[in-house]
């Protein structure tokens, strides 16, 4: 693994998005990227790529999760194996890699993206796009109330143009979209039910974003929208109503659907609704939904990812599981 020297909870000393790509002692970091792309016949698919580089209880550990959802066919495949050696991770300033399943490559004008599963596989390019923004109160994202005791730096690429070959069941084809790219890390409890998020990237059709962190247990929130032109600021006057819950086990709630209100930003209001059921990761959700505007017209997709802890009091920890599933 690369090495950096650093003090101690030097985090918030951050410098540019390429210096942060790497790793900082004592923090919580993840690499992660989640991408909507069409083939030539028009259908749909998404994909995640994340690689956590994570602390529990004083012990390191490597965490790996992939996931392919196929629209058309109504299949999700998602994927996830943790390990506390290092020999699987690779990490460069310029690359970041778990094993042979996943690699994704910096260089002057994008990155490289290559995943590697069974059932499928991914070779894309991504474009930076209109460039990095960073979140919230100047990258700083405050992890739940709690005193402000645990926080984040967070930045995204949160538009690039994303193009290559997609092979899913021994099928290759071409594919193209765009894909969403989160650096983020600090030295907060990822267990902790206090610091579970729900997350939304709204990704409209005019090259615009809203990134939304939301903390129901706490009542707290921060976010941020990017003009199409890459100026971006800080949003922490809207309201996210869940439509209802949803227990897939029968104990752990997560919110489902949105009506969303945006004070001054776009259209204001907006309802977000899942495009598929069953798009649930070894315990939390991470699912594609449509941005729909008041006119009920579909203006865009959002990503939303759920953990557990934001809406229930008690859930499994599934963390350390290792699962292969469709």
């Known amino acids: 693994m690369n090495k950096i020297p650093q003090k101690p ?19 919580q970091d993840w690499w992660y990227c989640t991408g909507v792309v069409r083939d030539d016949g028009g259908k749909l698919f998404t994909y995640q790529f994340t690689i956590l580089r994570l602390s529990v209880l004083g012990i390191r550990f490597y965490l790996l999760m992939l996931a392919l959802t196929d629209f058309s066919a109504g299949k999700h495949y998602y994927y ?18 778990y094993g042979g399943m ?31 923004a960073w979140h919230c109160d100047n990258g700083n994202l405050i992890m739940g109330t709690g005193g402000g005791k645990y926080s984040t730096q967070y930045y995204s690429y949160p538009n690039m143009p994303t193009a290559g070959t997609l092979t899913l069941n021994g099928q290759a084809r071409a594919v ?25 990237s709204l990704r409209f059709d005019d090259g615009e974003e809203v990134m939304l962190f939301s903390f129901p247990q706490d009542d707290y929130r921060d976010g941020t929208y990017i003009r199409k032109d890459g100026a971006y600021e800080r949003l922490q006057n809207y309201t996210i109503t869940p439509h209802g819950l949803v227990c897939p086990d029968g104990r752990t709630a997560y919110s489902c659907g949105w009506d969303i209100q945006l004070p001054g930003v776009k259209e204001e209001s907006y309802t977000v609704k899942p495009l598929l059921e069953g798009q649930m990761n070894m315990g939390y959700y991470e699912l594609l939904a449509g941005v729909y505007n008041p006119a009920g017209e579909q203006v865009g997709f959002s990503f ?4 557990p802890g934001a809406r229930s009091k008690k859930f499994p920890i599934k963390l350390f599981n290792k699962a292969d599933q469709e």
């Open 9 to 27: 909870y030097d985090w918030l000393s951050r410098g540019g998005a390429a210096e942060e790509w790497i790793a900082h002692r004592r923090c």
């Open 80 to 97: 996830q194996t943790i390990s506390p050696s290092a020999k699987e991770f690779t990490l460069t300033p310029g690359e970041i890699a």
């Open 102 to 132: 996943a690699r994704a490559v910096r260089n002057e004008s994008g990155m490289s993206l290559t995943i590697r599963h069974k059932r499928f596989s991914l070779d894309l390019d991504l474009d930076y796009g209109k460039g990095a």
């Open 176 to 200: 193209r979209g765009k894909t969403w790219f989160d650096k983020q890390y600090g030295p907060f409890p990822l267990l902790s039910r206090l610091t579970h998020w729900e997350w939304f």
């Open 304 to 307: 939303a990812e759920l953990l």
